[in-house]
């Protein structure tokens, strides 16, 4: 199978599955390179909201490829049609070339994991499982961060992140949130009927297991009280779980910032906060 296009925002990028990319730093044969302290990260995990634009996800790499220029960047976008059609086997070969290209990474590689909303969630969560599977180890991240999440499935904002990426006729528009959400009402029903959690909630609770992230591990939680998709009350509640389980987790919160938005609307302080995780591991490890 041919690779995938990959779309023109995303220069540099080069296919690695369905769904994931690769941007590979170039090599600048520096001896020093490695001299800064605290070193930089060699590779950065960037699991994308639901139904981010190339270009939006853009300002983050490109940046990135400025912060950090020897970091190579791993990309996983999440789409509203791949959550409603696509099949386990068809997930398992989105997150398998991911796990795989972890799994053959130099030992002692420094990776930044950053993570948006539940889309990005669910990408992390099973790209670690299926890492996992094949090393029987955590994730080996040395920091994380979390954007506009996790957040617990809740009918009318889960509604609004999905409608967020359907077409603007209204017409379409309309038939696909009622198809929507009549499909969220019977999924939950079965979850219901058969005893299992929403698999939003499993994913959170992925997020706390230690087999899967280890304890060590800092991690900075950014979000918002305006947050109309994921609320505030429930990134807070996943952070307290955090750090009652033992996870070093400290919140960040944002004022007068939309969903997935922080970063745009306060581009000085979001950086910093990256930044700050990221030297704050050094010393954890």
Known sequence: MAPAPVPKALEGFTSLGPNSYIYEAPKSGDPFR?????????????????????KHIAKYTEHYKTL??????????????????????????????VAAKLQV????????????????????ALTTEEYNRRTGNPLPIQAQIFDSGPGYPRFWPDLRAIKAGLPKNFIIRTLATAALAFAYVLYKAVWWVKG?????????????????????????????????????????????????LGYEARGELFEGTQHVSHMPKNSTRYWGIVESVWKGSFGKQ
């Open 34 to 54: 490695d001299q800064v302290s605290p070193p930089h990260p060699d590779v950065i995990l960037f699991m994308s909201w639901l139904d981010a634009q190339p």
């Open 68 to 97: 950090f220029p020897n970091a190579d960047i791993i990309l996983v976008t999440a789409w509203t049609k791949d959550v409603i059609l696509r099949t386990k086997s068809g997930e398992t070969k989105v997150y398998a070339p």
């Open 105 to 124: 990474l130099p030992p002692n590689t420094r990776i930044l994991l950053h993570s948006f909303s539940n889309g990005g969630l669910k990408n992390t």
């Open 196 to 244: 299992i959690d929403n698999p939003i909630i499993t994913y959170g609770k992925m997020m706390n297991r230690h087999e899967l992230f280890a304890k060590k591990v800092p991690r900075v939680y950014i979000y918002s009280r305006e947050d109309d998709m994921v609320q505030w009350g429930d990134v807070e509640d996943h952070m307290a779980k955090a750090r009652a």
